[in-house]
């Protein structure tokens, strides 16, 4: 179980997302929380899976059987979403340690505890099989172990490919390992169940026992019998515990996977007569979302029989957290459909960078897209209905892309504006409210317009700035927002650090301590929006009147100021944006013609931060608007006149290509 990323969504559905619980090619596992606080397992298709009409096919299958199911120990799935752009279904997790954590805490289970395990996997895998569904090779960090339940994955994640013969041998597998042995070692099992072990292990899956035979020879079908004492203890404390707060690291350590949780089963004795039973988690094992043309488990990766769920490992293969630091240039999310943007297509209004500097991010009047700059390819064209490009970023992590985005429920309760994260890899849109939550259906009136967001150093924090000048602080392991700031300004937010942010509310800038609430600083005058921190100082520019000011936040102090030149053309100025490369010592500043609307001539100069001098001779700039540096200095990304975007050097601005 792993925290969640920036690059994770905060929210599926009407599920609040907790943790990681694994990932592969196919899909991502998530714990969550449902609007009642019940825990569940949500498990979400990959984008590359997703476009996939025979996977689709096959998972809608897969979730309708596992809906119609019914049986007592196998999970339930409450919530699916099977039309979306990415499909995704919720399944309940009662409350209780995996097995493997189980085995953690206590060791071996006692040979009374071993058979009601064994006839709870064993009746679970009939229900499976009977349905013509097959698990996949689960393990034991597919089994929740609860006080009153016991219950197998739903079939909802069964794999494609996989047998009833290699759940079987999974199960013997898993036997063993509850014994304190190897999977294939039966040394320990005890005498009564040694030889139907041994022969679930054959190497022959034509001579291993069904799994009908298994509950037989088990003396079910029937409720097994409750758990003894002492591991009932273990089991109650453990699900006492917080959710999210599982032993998790045991089980990763011992099955080289995510645990795939299951969810709560609202207390129902669903094996009746009070028995203690299991749970191999619905979502989260094999029964979702399954590798096509293999026998492998989604939510862990494995291919193998063994039923402890090795991992594959290396980046790329389906280990867990592969994505979080997934190339933009390798995300799929949001493959564009159509053809990319024209140089004559509009005027894009501006760009950024991803963390890793290998992609460029365009904001425009219809679409934001995502280009591999070095190749000139275009990654990602995304959902766009209009909105205020100009707030436009990347998460510190992953390739999370956010913007404020008009959205097209406005008149069912939502303001017109909300902040908007896409994930390049896994496809998935989530809209971030503000200080503002959310009502059962929407929000409560009156609501209002993000019109700003900026992300913390580290990816943790969100700011959102609404048009109430309030500024909430999200956090993005959770999705709650754990402050608000009255900021007197929504647009313009910029962390100088992981516990103070920055504004501008076009009289003065302001700092406040995202931890306390508080305003610490505070520079007068200020003509504007526009302003940057100066990376690795503590300086920030800003403009005031005709002239652009350092000042220094620790020093409270005025630095240096240097005029600005009159454009050329003889424009009234706005400016709208200032960048500083720290390393060459040049500053960019740029600008819009305040008299020509949303739609006016905008333009740029470049000075040297220590003579004032221009860079570049303004009639010369060759971008005439917003630009963005490279993470690591190698390429400016510029706006240019016209709607383009252009590649320039960064010490000579000479024009090295376009990306259209």
């Known amino acids: 179980m792993l925290p969640l990323d920036p690059h994770d969504p905060p929210s599926i559905g009407p599920f609040l997302l ?11 596992h998530y714990l969550g929380l449902a609007p009642d606080g019940a825990a569940v397992t949500v498990t979400v298709a990959r984008p590359g899976r997703a476009t996939d009409p025979a996977f689709r096919t096959d998972f809608t299958r897969r979730v309708t059987s596992a809906h119609e199911l019914g049986s007592p120990y196998v999970c339930r799935v409450l919530s699916t979403d099977l039309t979306g752009t990415v499909p995704w279904a919720a399944t309940d997790r009662p409350p209780g340690p995996t097995l493997a954590g189980l085995l953690e805490r206590r060791g071996p289970l006692t040979p009374d505890a071993l058979h009601t395990l064994s006839l709870v996997l064993a009746q679970a895998l009939a229900d499976l099989h009977g349905a013509g569904l097959a698990h996949g090779s689960p393990g034991p960090s597919d089994v929740v172990v609860t006080a009153d339940a016991a219950l197998l994955t739903s079939p909802a994640s069964t794999a494609v490919g996989a047998e009833p013969a290699d759940d079987v041998r999974a199960w013997a597998a898993t036997v063993a390992h509850a014994c304190g042995a190897g999977p294939e070692d039966t040394s320990a099992v005890p005498l009564q169940l040694r030889p139907l072990v041994t022969a679930c292990l054959d190497d022959d899956p034509a001579l291993r026992p069904s799994s009908d035979d298994l509950v037989r020879m088990l003396g079910g079908p029937r409720p097994p019998d409750p758990w003894p004492h002492t591991i009932l203890a273990e089991v109650e404390e453990a699900a006492a515990e917080p959710v999210g707060s599982e032993d998790a690291g045991a089980e990763e350590e011992e099955t080289g996977s995510r645990d795939a949780g299951g969810a709560r089963n609202g207390g129902e004795d669903r094996a009746g007569g009070g028995a203690r039973r299991l749970l191999l988690p619905a979502a989260g094992g094999a029964v ?122 406005a008149d069912e309760g939502y303001p017109d504006l909300v902040a908007t994260a896409y994930d390049l890899a896994s496809g998935t849109v989530t809209e971030h409210l503000g200080p503002q939550e959310p009502a059962a259906e929407a929000l409560d009136p009156p609501v209002s317009d993000v019109e700003g967001l900026a992300f913390s150093p580290s990816g943790a924090l969100l700011a959102i700035g609404l048009d109430t000048s309030e500024v909430g602080i999200v956090d993005l392991s959770t999705g709650e927002t754990v402050g608000t700031l009255d900021s007197g300004a929504g647009s313009d937010l910029t962390f100088l650090d992981e516990d103070r942010l920055a504004a501008v509310d076009g009289e003065a800038l302001k700092v406040w301590d995202t931890t306390t609430g508080e305003e610490v600083h505070s520079v007068r005058p200020v003509d504007g929006y526009a302003f940057t921190a100066v990376p690795g100082t503590e300086e920030v520019l800003y403009v005031r009147g005709g002239e652009v000011v350092r000042w220094d936040l620790a020093e409270r102090a005025e630095v240096s100021s240097f005029a600005l030149t009159d454009d050329p053309r003889g424009l009234t100025a706005l400016p709208l944006d200032i960048i500083a490369d720290a390393d060459r010592g040049w500053i960019h500043v740029s600008w819009m013609d305040a008299d020509g609307g949303a739609e006016g001539i905008r333009f740029g100069q470049v000075f040297d931060a220590g003579s004032s001098e221009h860079v570049v001779d303004p009639a010369d700039t060759p971008f005439s608007g917003r630009l963005a540096l490279h993470p690591e200095g190698e390429v400016i990304a510029a706006v240019v006149e016209g709607g383009g975007v252009d590649l320039v050097d960064p010490d000579t601005f000479e024009v090295t290509g376009s990306l259209f």
Request: hydrophobic share 40%; proline share 7%; glycine share 16%.
């Open 288 to 409: 979702l979302l399954l590798v096509a043309a293999t026998a492998g488990v989604l939510f862990h990766g494995s291919t193998g029989s063994s039923g402890t769920g090795g991992a594959e490992g290396a980046a790329g293969d389906g280990s867990p957290g592969a994505s979080a630091e997934a190339a933009c240039s390798d995300s799929d999310g949001f493959a564009p459909a159509g053809p990319p943007p024209s140089r004559d297509g509009g005027t894009s209004s501006t760009v950024a960078f991803s963390p890793d500097g290998n992609a460029v991010a365009v904001g425009g009047p219809d679409t934001i897209s995502v280009w591999d700059w070095r190749e000139g390819d275009l990654i990602a064209a995304l959902p766009w209905w209009g909105g205020v490009s100009d707030n436009l970023d990347f998460a510190p992590r992953g390739c999370v892309v956010a913007s404020v985005v008009r959205t097209t429920r």
């Open 18 to 28: 907790r943790a990681l619980l694994g990932e592969n090619a196919d899909a991502r």
